[in-house]
């Protein structure tokens, strides 16, 4: 597998420049592009089509909840990740709305950034139990789905066994951790997510995690 190409989206240069050298140093990561705010992202984008963009949230111009919506409408195989100053940010979830497949305190040690970033190329979401937590609590609502306001036909129902992942992803463990616990193959936890994502109609962890949390199939860590 080739090395993770990542844009960088920040209005701080100094910080932006910071970043990039860590992740330069790495050899499976590749810095490819930067921008200094949402509509320079988007044009950047375009251009390069990384794998991954780190997206601040406040930015003069377009901030990046804004972004993250248009470049998840035009480009949604781009994963966006959001570099946030608190787990109190209140736009962030907005963003989980738009897409983010994770967020990223701006405090985090190097290594754990690091560590984050190549589990999301396993499919896995960078997001604290803690944030998780909230953000499944301003998600809480009756057992009914978004779009219809029924509730969700049995065919879709989430198994025992998927419940049970998405339970371990809502308590912050990894896909590895997940396979171990229940005493399967990563590649069986990676197959059971895409089953749990096509049975919810979401695309990623974390919106998954949500939809099953407003259908009452599993509880906050």
Same mark, same amino acid.
């Given at each position: 597998m080739g090395s993770l190409r990542i844009m960088l989206v920040d209005d701080s240069p100094l910080f932006r420049k910071g970043l990039s050298g860590l992740l330069s140093s790495?050899?499976?990561?590749e810095v490819i592009g930067e921008a200094g705010d949402g509509l320079e992202a988007m044009e950047k984008a375009r251009e390069f089509l990384p794998d991954l963009v780190l997206m601040d949230i406040y930015m003069p111009r377009c901030n990046g909840l804004e972004a993250t919506r248009?470049? #998840?409408?035009e480009m949604p195989s781009i994963k966006?990740? %959001?570099?946030t100053v608190s787990e109190d940010e209140q736009h962030l979830f907005e963003t989980v709305k738009a897409g983010a497949e994770g967020?990223?305190? #701006?405090?985090?040690?190097p290594e754990a950034l690091?560590? %984050?970033l190549r589990g999301l190329s396993r499919g896995e979401a960078p997001i604290s139990p803690s944030m998780a937590t909230k953000i499944l609590a301003e998600f809480a609502q009756p057992h009914q789905t978004r779009e219809t306001g029924r509730t969700s036909p049995a065919t879709d129902r989430l198994t025992e066994r998927e419940k049970e992942v998405l339970q371990l992803i809502v308590?912050?463990?990894?896909?590895k951790e997940i396979a171990s616990l229940l005493g399967v193959s990563e590649s069986?936890?990676?197959n059971r997510l895409r089953n749990i994502m096509d049975k919810l109609h979401v695309y990623n962890r974390i919106q998954a995690a949500i939809r099953a949390f407003q259908r009452r199939e599993i509880s906050s860590p």
């Amino acid at each position: 597998m080739g090395s993770l190409r990542i844009m960088l989206v920040d209005d701080s240069p100094l910080f932006r420049k910071g970043l990039s050298g860590l992740l330069s140093s790495c050899p499976d990561m590749e810095v490819i592009g930067e921008a200094g705010d949402g509509l320079e992202a988007m044009e950047k984008a375009r251009e390069f089509l990384p794998d991954l963009v780190l997206m601040d949230i406040y930015m003069p111009r377009c901030n990046g909840l804004e972004a993250t919506r248009l470049i #998840k409408e035009e480009m949604p195989s781009i994963k966006i990740v %959001m570099l946030t100053v608190s787990e109190d940010e209140q736009h962030l979830f907005e963003t989980v709305k738009a897409g983010a497949e994770g967020f990223v305190l #701006k405090n985090v040690e190097p290594e754990a950034l690091l560590q %984050m970033l190549r589990g999301l190329s396993r499919g896995e979401a960078p997001i604290s139990p803690s944030m998780a937590t909230k953000i499944l609590a301003e998600f809480a609502q009756p057992h009914q789905t978004r779009e219809t306001g029924r509730t969700s036909p049995a065919t879709d129902r989430l198994t025992e066994r998927e419940k049970e992942v998405l339970q371990l992803i809502v308590e912050g463990h990894s896909n590895k951790e997940i396979a171990s616990l229940l005493g399967v193959s990563e590649s069986t936890v990676k197959n059971r997510l895409r089953n749990i994502m096509d049975k919810l109609h979401v695309y990623n962890r974390i919106q998954a995690a949500i939809r099953a949390f407003q259908r009452r199939e599993i509880s906050s860590p």
